[in-house]
């Protein structure tokens, strides 16, 4: 009998109950879980600190920043760097590049690897394994290894001095490679009948992928999403080498350039601009952080 006609019929449907709350856990558990706490906390100093001080000491003027002794946070806090990181080079743009650049890559990467990943995972041709293999194989070879030839290939093109180069190398190169790898475990651990399924009602191998596949690839996708986004972002060698105007140039490349007119660092301002750089990176990564462990888990079920 259904639940619906017992509730039409009055019966009443037992509702299971949650275990008491009042239980104690063994002291060992207890003690093992504050250990690990206090072990995490002393390990998450190194990367807490450091950040700490750089948002706190982009507040206070040049002269306090090593100042002795030390201190974290000024009395008198002021928002002068974050103005002067504006004024003194085109900051803004160079922000909106280094989005627009970003977005751009982690897009064209995401269509990529899911389209190579679901071809190495489900379809079935000679050679299969040897290719993947060779993809990964992209993994192995540093990217200054090929830089010299790609900066001859892009000059001769014409594409010198343009974002061109920064969006191609970066979409079709290492962070590639690793979104085809990430994206293929994932494809591999989905059950066959769901294809199955699929074909019974019609669906080809294009609409399989982005009907049934790409929505339960969520997880995946995410993981793949933050690092190309965050491999994008912090790219320093690529734009030295390919940009020479500094309304082309990216947050990475820009934040070199705070310096006075007699060479010296203008650390108040750097600091500024360094945070204004990391601080929306951190707050997507602590937004999404669930669909990305839950991501690069899954894509280790299965080989």
């Given at each position: 009998m259904s639940a619906d006609t017992l509730l039409a019929s009055g019966s009443r449907i037992p509702v299971p109950t949650a275990p008491p709350t009042g239980?104690?856990?063994?002291?060992?558990?207890?003690?093992?879980?504050?250990?690990?706490?206090?072990?995490l906390a002393v390990m998450a100093v190194p990367f807490i600190v450091p950040t700490i001080w750089m948002i706190a000491s982009s507040f206070k003027p040049?002269?306090?920043?090593?100042?002795?002794?030390?201190?974290?946070?000024?009395?008198s806090p002021t928002w002068d760097a974050y103005v002067q990181a504006f004024g003194f080079q085109p900051f803004a743009r160079q922000y909106a590049n280094s989005v627009y650049i970003a977005v751009v890559v982690t897009l064209i990467v995401l269509l990529v690897s899911?389209?190579?990943?679901?071809?190495?995972?489900r379809l079935r041709f000679p050679g299969q394994n040897v290719l993947f293999l060779v993809v990964l194989v992209g993994l192995l070879v540093p990217g200054e290894v090929t830089i010299v030839p790609l900066f001859q290939m892009f000059k001769g093109v014409g594409l010198i001095n343009t974002h061109w180069?920064?969006?191609?190398?970066?979409?079709?190169?290492?962070?590639?490679?690793?979104?085809?790898?990430?994206?293929r475990q994932f494809f591999i651990a989905l059950p066959v009948e769901l294809e199955e399924a699929a074909r019974l009602d019609g669906l080809g191998r294009l609409a399989i992928w982005?009907?049934?596949c790409l929505p339960l690839a969520k997880p995946a996708l995410s993981a793949v999403a933050i690092l190309t986004f965050l491999a994008?972002?912090?790219?320093?060698?690529?734009?030295?080498?390919?940009?020479?105007s500094p309304d082309?140039?990216?947050?990475?490349q820009a934040l070199t350039r705070y310096t006075d007119a007699y060479g010296g660092?203008?650390?108040?301002?750097?600091?500024?601009?360094?945070?204004?750089?990391?601080?929306?990176?951190?707050?997507?990564?602590l937004i999404a952080q669930r669909q990305f462990v839950e991501g690069l888990a899954h894509s280790g079920l299965k080989g």
């Open positions: 239980v104690r856990r063994p002291r060992g558990a207890v003690a093992r879980r504050i250990v690990l706490y206090v072990a040049l002269d306090q920043i090593f100042a002795s002794p030390p201190s974290i946070f000024t009395a899911s389209l190579a990943g679901y071809a190495f995972a180069p920064l969006i191609l190398v970066t979409a079709l190169a290492a962070p590639c490679v690793l979104a085809t790898f990430i994206m982005w009907r049934i994008s972002w912090n790219l320093y060698l690529e734009p030295t080498v390919y940009l020479t082309l140039f990216t947050l990475p660092e203008m650390w108040n301002t750097q600091l500024a601009a360094a945070t204004m750089t990391v601080v929306p990176v951190l707050v997507v990564f």
